[in-house]
């Protein structure tokens, strides 16, 4: 059985929750062990796919197709964990479950409660068979919410149930430094591991926010107050960079806590994509800036997994990634003046598409490197049609149902059948032999993620060959257009998918790869 290290917040939400978890698994992972990860959301949304990104930030896509929000991105990026539907639950799906249950007569007309119905199903959820030696489980929200008491009360049951040597509660907290008296104030954090001790959980160690590391007095105070030895008391502090984390761990030793709580032998670590990753980040060496062409700029973290694939690819290519915000909304090629390569990620509605296709017309008659993501495909071969082919209404019928349609619904596709909703999660590709999509893949099978609800049609595709951009990638029906190139210029490639989601810090993703070194060269 894996053994499960849970995370848990108190005193305010946003400490970091996903990334600490993610930190405490990548220590493990850098000892040789493998590492899952699941996150527990008590909300009563059903999935995180219909909250607003407005709220949110990105909506973030599984190769399942689930749609989960950004945090399990952090934990596929960090920890190269393959996550599924299972691996992100909300209160609310367990609820949904459990009434279902209720409505077939699975309980054969007992009453249904709290406890055992609710907690069971959260158990099962958690304890879901996985081939791992650890699963890192997060707890979302704060110790307090009313909506997270079942959620506690599970844990605590699952730890009694498997025994305590195999479960670790790892608590995060706020230490707040008050100007006024100079102090670094343990008291929130008190009260915190107090309430989740009113829940039967006793935090095995304690992760502290704090603006400074804290002194060996603060540990010990905390540890007294807390009930648990002060070494277990962690200075969280803040860094520039969420992949210094695992280092700053490294050095207070809290592999060795782990270890010494679950009885695995002392290991020295291999740290070194980490700190390939630190001395990057301090390097001098040139910047390449990249003109991203959106419109969703005002909403924090509404571009996380781009933003993140594009550093990673920096990092591939030995290059300073510097992201330019271009509002398609007012787009004028001006915008792109000084600009290594221009991008256009996915998008919904009409709002700005002009703009991304005008941004896509400049690359392409520019010669300056172009990447398309999804809406950035499907505007690059819209911009192609109106002025290369001269089809001047050309337009997807997502903005206009009267035009020449290049890009529609696509009638008897898999998302059809579903009642036009979005193409969700990994899909299979086939690259062209001889194109650039083979050289940037370095295969001819791929499997990218979708997220869309519009094909390009691919009934244009041979006139779109005679007049030089050619479709490289296909799904293995030959339906669906997957990739486009323009092979006479120097970088011109978009995709159907989303590969930002796909990419690793510790490899990039070859597109990224390819485009940003297209754009150093540029
Ligand atoms: N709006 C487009 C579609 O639904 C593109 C979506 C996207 O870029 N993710 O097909």
Not at 66 to 72: F, V
Not at 311 to 317: P, R
Not at 375 to 389: D, K, P, T
Request: overall charge negative; some cysteine.
């Amino acid at each position: 059985m894996a053994k499960y290290i849970f995370i848990t917040g108190g005193v305010v939400s946003s400490l970091g929750k996903g990334v600490a978890a993610a930190g405490c698994g990548a220590l493990l992972q850098s000892r040789g062990y493998t590492v899952h990860a699941r996150k527990f959301d008590p909300y009563l949304n059903i999935d995180p796919g219909t909250m607003s990104p407005f709220q949110h930030g990105e909506v973030y896509v599984t190769n399942d197709g689930y749609e989960t929000d950004l945090d399990l991105g952090y934990y596929e990026r960090f920890l190269g964990a393959k996550l599924t539907r299972n691996d992100s639950v909300s209160g609310g799906r367990i609820y949904w479950d459990v009434l279902n249950a209720e409505r077939r007569g699975d309980y054969l007309g007992g009453t249904v409660q709290m406890i055992p119905h609710v907690s069971n199903r959260i158990k099962e959820y958690i304890g879901a068979p996985i081939d791992t030696d650890f699963v890192v489980c997060e707890i979302g929200g704060t110790v307090g919410d009313i909506e997270g008491k079942i959620f506690l009360e599970s844990i605590r049951q699952f730890a009694n149930q498997v025994g305590r040597r195999n479960v670790m509660f790892v608590h995060l907290t706020l230490a707040p430094y008050l100007e006024k008296s100079g102090e670094l104030k343990t008291k929130p954090t008190q009260m915190s591991v107090r309430q989740l001790l009113e829940n039967g959980i006793q935090a095995d160690m304690l992760i502290v926010r704090t603006p400074r590391m804290l002194t060996a007095d603060e540990r010990g105070k905390i540890g007294m107050f807390c009930n648990l030895p002060a070494k277990n008391v962690i200075s969280g502090i803040d860094v520039d960079n969420i992949y210094k984390i695992p280092l700053a761990y490294e050095a207070q030793h809290v592999f060795d806590i782990i270890a010494e709580h679950f009885g695995l032998p002392n290991a020295s670590g291999n740290m070194e994509r980490f700190q390939k990753i630190e001395n990057y980040l301090g390097a001098d060496i040139p910047t390449v800036n990249i003109g991203v062409v959106g419109k969703y700029f005002d909403v924090p973290d509404a571009y996380k997994s781009l933003n993140e694939a594009l550093f990673h690819a920096g990092i591939q290519n030995n290059v300073h990634v510097k992201i330019h915000k271009i509002n398609a909304e007012d787009f004028t090629p001006d915008a792109c003046n000084g600009m290594h390569g221009i991008l256009v990620p996915g998008g919904f509605g009409t709002r700005g598409v002009e703009g991304k296709i005008a941004a896509a017309r400049f690359a392409r008659e520019n010669n300056v490197p172009y990447m398309g993501i999804c809406l950035g495909m499907q505007v690059a071969v819209i911009e192609f049609a109106r002025n290369v082919l001269g089809i001047e209404n050309a337009n997807s019928t997502e903005f206009d149902k009267n035009c020449t349609p290049i890009v529609d619904i696509m009638p008897d596709h898999d998302a059809a059948d579903m009642g036009g909703t979005l193409r969700l999660g990994a899909y299979p590709c086939e690259i062209k032999p001889g194109t650039r999509a083979e050289q940037i893949w370095g295969t001819n099978k791929i499997s990218e993620r979708h997220r869309h609800r519009y094909e390009v049609d691919v009934k244009w595709a041979d006139k779109f060959a005679q007049a030089g951009m050619v479709v490289s990638g296909i799904s293995p029906d030959g339906r669906l257009p997957e990739i486009v190139e323009i092979p006479s210029h120097p970088f011109f490639v978009a995709g159907q998918f989303h590969p930002e989601f796909q990419s690793s810090p510790y490899s990039g993703h070859p597109m990224f790869n390819a485009f940003i070194a297209a754009a150093a060269k540029h």
